[in-house]
């Protein structure tokens, strides 16, 4: 049993380049988040999905997409990467009954 | 929005001593308050929680307390041990999939 897998684990863009960032959870969650965590700052809300199909933007949603085809699969996607947006990505996922979240080992990504 | 301060941001205490970690939520509309341990180049994992019905819990060596009139609620490690060493971050949210907001994290060291 997996749990959250996050690939890849690190990335170095250029600014204005394009990536995905991939989550996938094997436990059967319904619900799944991207966080961003940044020194000083705590884990931030990105975008979040409460169900295959559904997406709703977090606390700091700009430059980011999301989606969600499969239920146990969630990415990210920057479209034009900027520097601002160097930070350690976490996936996130819970069950509709379930208390704490389960969390992916994080994704590093600079951007230069 | 939700708000969670959280104090102090770093924590340094002797093998054996006791640790707390203090933090204050804005919305008195949160009612499950969470803990999480990030060891590094990890995840952050679920270590204990808190409904607002509770007032304290117990698992172990760790203890949460919650003060819903003062919106303040506590984590409490008692002998602490290296292993404990970490960053730990407390969070607030109003459950179901409601996203958690969490606070700025304390980096605990125990020394030997």
């Known amino acids: 049993n997996a749990g959250v897998t996050q690939t890849p684990k690190f990335r170095v863009l250029k600014t204005g380049q394009s990536m995905t960032l991939l989550c996938a959870q094997d436990?059967?969650?319904?619900?799944m988040y991207w966080y961003r965590q940044d020194p000083g700052m705590g884990l931030r809300l990105i975008h979040y999905?409460?169900?295959?199909?559904?997406?709703a933007k977090g606390e700091v949603p700009d430059g980011y997409n999301v989606s969600r085809l499969k239920k146990q699969n969630f990415l990210l996607g920057l479209e034009s990467a900027a520097p601002s947006q160097t930070s350690v990505y976490f996936c996130a996922s819970k069950t509709t009954g379930g208390n704490g979240y389960t969390f992916g080992s994080g994704t590093r990504l600079t951007v230069v | 929005g939700e708000n969670v301060e959280q104090h102090p941001s770093t924590l340094s205490v002797q093998e054996g001593d006791s640790a707390v970690i203090k933090c204050t939520y804005s919305d008195s509309a949160s009612n499950y308050f969470p803990w999480y341990k990030q060891e590094l180049g990890k995840g952050p994992q679920l270590i204990i929680d808190i409904r607002s019905n509770v007032g304290e819990k117990k698992d172990q060596r760790i203890a949460v307390t919650l003060n819903k009139t003062a919106k303040h609620f506590s984590l409490h490690i008692t002998e602490t041990q290296p292993e404990d060493s970490a960053v730990y971050f407390c969070a607030a949210s109003m459950g179901g999939y409601q996203k958690v907001t969490f606070g700025t994290g304390t980096k605990l060291q125990v020394i030997p």
């Open positions: 436990m059967n969650h319904e619900y």
């Open positions: 999905s409460v169900g295959e199909g559904t997406t």
